[in-house]
């Protein structure tokens, strides 16, 4: 079983206020993932890292920034939260080479701004 | 580039039938990895099942079992015994060497209804 945490696991916010998202993962894998996704749609890929100190961004442009200063820790950060960014946000974390790289997930966190 | 085609917005099936569920993928690349995950109303990604573009047979865990036929470059996702629990969406994703990257591909999503 996948050992990957995210927190909050809901989170209601007001327009403009800075939030950050976080996620850890115990399995000691070095690729971690996020992903935004809208109810009953397809994920997008917002960011990556292949390590610590390594960040790139994914297909879906996003107002986010992501750090990785640990291996276990990959927090996403939004400086000014606005109603579009309304959606769920996925985490994974991944340790293996090549094609048959399984990801595991987080519970995700529902992130609601009015 | 990579391409994951699911072309079934939404499956019904009743209690402990069977039902299949379509994907299709497009790469160029010889090596890559094609995997199905669930996703409950809940919210979370549940991994189900792995096959490898050389694997000769094809994958199963538990009620799961996956369809390969390369040539046709689709990778069905066979349920047995359909509960009640299986209600979910799934999504199938594909690994291939993008620039060496092998970065995931999700495609759309099946939504499953299982009835009783």
């Known amino acids: 079983e996948a050992d990957i945490y995210q927190t909050p696991r809901y989170l209601v916010i007001g327009t403009g206020k800075k939030i950050t998202l976080e996620c850890s993962q115990t399995?000691?894998?070095?690729?971690m993932y996020w992903y935004q996704q809208d109810p009953g749609m397809e994920l997008h890929l917002i960011h990556y890292?292949?390590?610590?100190?390594?960040?790139e961004k994914g297909d879906l442009s996003s107002e986010s920034t992501v750090s990785r200063i640990r291996t276990e820790h990959f927090p996403l950060t939004l400086e000014s939260a606005r109603p579009s960014h309304t959606s769920q946000y996925l985490c994974a974390s991944s340790g293996r080479q090549g094609a048959g790289d399984t990801q595991y997930f987080g519970p995700g966190t529902r992130l609601t701004v009015l | 580039a990579q391409k994951i085609t699911q072309t079934q917005p939404g499956m019904f099936v009743q209690e402990k039938e069977a039902v299949t569920l379509d994907c299709t993928y497009d790469?160029?690349?010889?090596?890559?990895?094609l995997f199905w995950y669930k996703q409950p109303s809940s919210g979370e990604m549940i991994f189900l099942i792995y096959q490898g573009s050389y694997d000769e047979q094809n994958a199963t865990e538990g009620r799961y079992s996956l369809n390969f036929q390369k040539a046709r470059k689709s990778a069905n996702l066979v349920i047995s015994a359909s509960q009640l629990g299986d209600s979910a969406m799934y999504f199938c994703a594909m690994r291939a060497s993008s620039g060496g990257s092998y970065i995931p591909t999700f495609g759309r999503g099946t939504s499953l209804i299982v009835h009783p």
């Open positions: 399995m000691g894998h070095d690729k």
């Open positions: 890292s292949y390590g610590v100190n390594s960040t």
């Open positions: 790469t160029s690349d010889q090596s890559y990895g």
